[in-house]
C-alpha cells in the first residue's frame, strides 16, 4: 500500500499533521505480530496494527461532525486520520479520526453546552445559502433565456434549477457556471436535453456504452440547441 503524500514543510496549519492511520482495502499482516485484523499504520515499509504502532489506545470518531471533530483533534495530543482507498474514485478518503479518549469526551461537552448557538448559526447559514441559490437560479435563468431566446422560460427554469443544486458537482455549481460563463451553461443545457429530451437514459438502461449512447443522441441534442437558439418564437 501506498502512503499519500503529506503537506511539505512549508505548508501552514493551525494544527500539528495528524498521523495517517489506513481501514486497508486487501488482506494484510502486522509486520511484527503477524495479525491482520483492523486498522493498520505505516512505518517504513512496514505494515503495523494499533497495537505494535502504539496508538491502540485511541478511540475512533467518524467523520459527519465537523465540530465535534474539530474539537477532538484540538484536545487530543496525538491523532491520526483514518483513510480508505476507494476504488471507484481511484483515491484515499477519509473516514474519520483515531483520538484520545479524554479529549472525545471534553469535546463532546463542549458540543452539548453550545449546541442552542450551534443550531441558530446553522438556520441563519441555510437562509443564507437558501437566498444565495435562489437568486444564482433566478441570474442563471435569465442568462440561459439571453443565450437561447427561444427556449421556454419554463424548461431554461427548470434547467437552471437542476445544474445549480448546491453539493451537486453539476456545471451550473462550478465557477464557471456561477459566473455564468456561456460554455458553462451551453454544456448544462446539453446534459438537461440529454436527459429530458432525448431516450439516452433508455439507451443506457439497455446496457449500452455511455460514449455509443451520446453519440445515438447527439443529434437529437443539436436540433434542440439550434431551435433554442432560434430568434423569435419558442421551442417546445
Known amino acids: 500500500m501506498t502512503s499519500p503524500k503529506r503537506a511539505g514543510p512549508g505548508a501552514r496549519s493551525a494544527l500539528p499533521e495528524p498521523l495517517r492511520v489506513f481501514d486497508p482495502v486487501n488482506d494484510w499482516k502486522c509486520t511484527t505480530c503477524g495479525t491482520g485484523e483492523g486498522l ?49 474514485r481511484k483515491q484515499y478518503e477519509r473516514q474519520g479520526l483515531l483520538v484520545e479518549p479524554q ?47 427561444a427556449c421556454p422560460p419554463h424548461d431554461a427554469a427548470s434547467l437552471a434549477g437542476h445544474t445549480a443544486v448546491r453539493g451537486s458537482g453539476r456545471v451550473g455549481r462550478s465557477a464557471a457556471g456561477r459566473a455564468l460563463d456561456d460554455e458553462a451553461l451551453t454544456l448544462a443545457a446539453v446534459a438537461w436535453i440529454r436527459h429530458r429530451r432525448t431516450d439516452y437514459d433508455d439507451l443506457l438502461m439497455s446496457g449500452m456504452d455511455r460514449a455509443d449512447a451520446r453519440e445515438r443522441i447527439r443529434g437529437a441534442v443539436d436540433r434542440v440547441l439550434e431551435a433554442w437558439r432560434a430568434a423569435g418564437g419558442t421551442a417546445s
Open 40 to 88: 493498520l499504520f505505516l512505518e517504513g515499509q512496514s505494515a503495523l496494527c494499533l497495537a505494535c504502532a502504539d496508538l491502540d489506545h485511541l478511540v475512533f470518531l467518524p467523520r459527519g461532525d465537523a465540530a465535534l471533530s474539530r474539537r477532538a483533534r484540538v484536545h487530543s495530543r496525538l491523532c491520526a486520520v483514518v483513510l480508505r482507498f476507494s476504488r471507484a
Open 103 to 149: 479529549a472525545l469526551e471534553r469535546a463532546e461537552a463542549e458540543c452539548e453546552a453550545d449546541e442552542g448557538a450551534r443550531a441558530l448559526r446553522r438556520e441563519r447559514d441555510e437562509v443564507r445559502r437558501a437566498g444565495e441559490d435562489k437568486a444564482l437560479i433566478l441570474d442563471m435563468t435569465a442568462a440561459l433565456l439571453r443565450l437561447f431566446p
